[in-house]
Structure formats: structure tokens, C-alpha cells
T-cell receptor
Framework: NAGVTQTPKFQVLKTGQSMTLQCAQD?????MSWYRQDPGMGLRLIHY???????DQGEVPNGYNVSRSTTEDFPLRLLSAAPSQTSVYFC???????????????FGEGSWLTVV | TQLLEQSPQFLSIQEGENLTVYCNSS?????LQWYRQEPGEGPVLLVT???GGEVKKLKRLTFQFGDARKDSSLHITAAQPGDTGLYLC????????????WGLGTSLAVNP
């Protein structure tokens, strides 16, 4: 079972470069999201999607773009990388619905990004 | 702004000891989840509690949701080195169930 797959696992970028973090899930989940995790800040929601063609901003969306053309894929684009975007990024997915109660969220293994 | 405060932030114990970690808020949540995250991996869901006063057990782990649904605790009996990891709590807000509120986590180290 693949679950949630993220690529790349590690990436070093120069300031100003752009890149895309890939995320794919094979569980037919409607809900997908991107988090970043930083020491002392915890998990912070960047963007999320409740289905193909629908995306919305989370807590820290600036500097990131997302799209959801298919149910399976939810790529995260860094438009012009900055050192403040050095972080660990997690993609997550779950079944949708109006209530999170009892909904299991599955996380990918993370993508370690360093911007120099 | 809703916050979830976890305590302690760090905990280092010997194998076989018992421990309790806490997740507290001044806000009411419709449900609360506990996750464990091991180094280099994403969080993995352990349990979801939904009813005030609810107690759930997962082998040596006991989870409790406060009566007022503002707080939760995780108790581990006879800790094992395999319990080592970051324990995160996350609350679902009845007013906005699409976004979880995350605590900063308790980092647990169980030494052999």
C-alpha cells in the first residue's frame, strides 16, 4: 500500500529558485493538505483541497501555490524560494465530509527543504 | 485564536516507567486526535476521542477526553523504547471542521 507519497525527500534550493513538491495518494481521498513543520512552531497548514478543482488557503499560504487537477495529486509550488521557507513539508490526505470527527488523516513521509 | 498547549514539552524516562502527557485548551473542541511522529516520518494517528469524559485504550496507552471537551491526556504504562517519538494532539473545531488546531507536541525518549 503506497498511501501518501511525497517527492523529493530532500532538496536544496538557492534563494529565488522555484520548485514543486509532489504529492500523490492512492486511497481516493477527497481532502488533501500541505503542512510545514518547524521547531517551536508545530505543524502549520499551508493550503488544502476538498476535491479536484477546489483549493483554499490555510494558515501560512504566502509564497506557495497549489492546484488540484485530479483526486490523486496535490502539488505544492514554491514560487521564489526564500530562506524562511526552509522547513519540513508534509502532505496529508483523508476522506472528506463536513465533520472531522473520526476522520483518519494520513501523512506522507515528509520533504526536507533547505533554501540557501 | 484557538490554542492547544501540550505539556511537558520534553520527557526522558527509563524503560518500564509510567508517564502522562497533557493537551490543554481554553476552547471546546468537537473532537481531539492524538498522533505519534517518529524521526524522519510523518505523524501517524493513534486515536480520536469525541465524547466528553471518553476513555480509550490502545494496548499500554490510555487516552482521556476531558468532561468539558477542552483538554485531553495520554497515559503510557510501562513505557518501552518503541514508544519514543513526538506525541501531537490536534483538535477539531465545531465551527470549522476542515482545519485542525495542532499542539506543539511532547517529545518522549524512553531509554533502555
Amino acid at each position: 500500500n503506497a498511501g501518501v507519497t511525497q517527492t523529493p525527500k530532500f532538496q536544496v534550493l538557492k534563494t529565488g529558485q522555484s520548485m514543486t513538491l509532489q504529492c500523490a495518494q492512492d486511497m481516493n481521498h477527497e481532502y488533501m493538505s500541505w503542512y510545514r513543520q518547524d521547531p517551536g512552531m508545530g505543524l502549520r497548514l499551508i493550503h488544502y483541497s476538498v476535491g479536484a478543482g477546489i483549493t483554499d488557503q490555510g494558515e501560512v499560504p504566502n509564497g506557495y501555490n497549489v492546484s488540484r487537477s485530479t483526486t490523486e495529486d496535490f502539488p505544492l509550488r514554491l514560487l521564489s524560494a526564500a530562506p524562511s521557507q526552509t522547513s519540513v513539508y508534509f502532505c496529508a490526505s483523508s476522506y472528506s465530509g463536513q465533520n472531522l470527527v473520526s476522520r483518519t488523516i494520513y501523512f506522507g513521509e515528509g520533504s526536507w527543504l533547505t533554501v540557501v | 485564536t484557538q490554542l492547544l498547549e501540550q505539556s511537558p514539552q520534553f520527557l526522558s524516562i527509563q524503560e518500564g516507567e509510567n508517564l502522562t502527557v497533557y493537551c490543554n485548551s481554553s476552547s471546546v473542541f468537537s473532537s481531539l486526535q492524538w498522533y505519534r511522529q517518529e524521526p524522519g516520518e510523518g505523524p501517524v494517528l493513534l486515536v480520536t476521542v469525541v465524547t466528553g469524559g471518553e476513555v480509550k485504550k490502545l494496548k499500554r496507552l490510555t487516552f482521556q477526553f476531558g468532561d468539558a471537551r477542552k483538554d485531553s491526556s495520554l497515559h503510557i504504562t510501562a513505557a518501552q523504547p518503541g514508544d519514543t517519538g513526538l506525541y501531537l494532539c490536534a483538535g477539531a473545531n465545531a465551527g470549522n471542521n476542515r482545519k485542525l488546531i495542532w499542539g506543539l507536541g511532547t517529545s518522549l525518549a524512553v531509554n533502555p
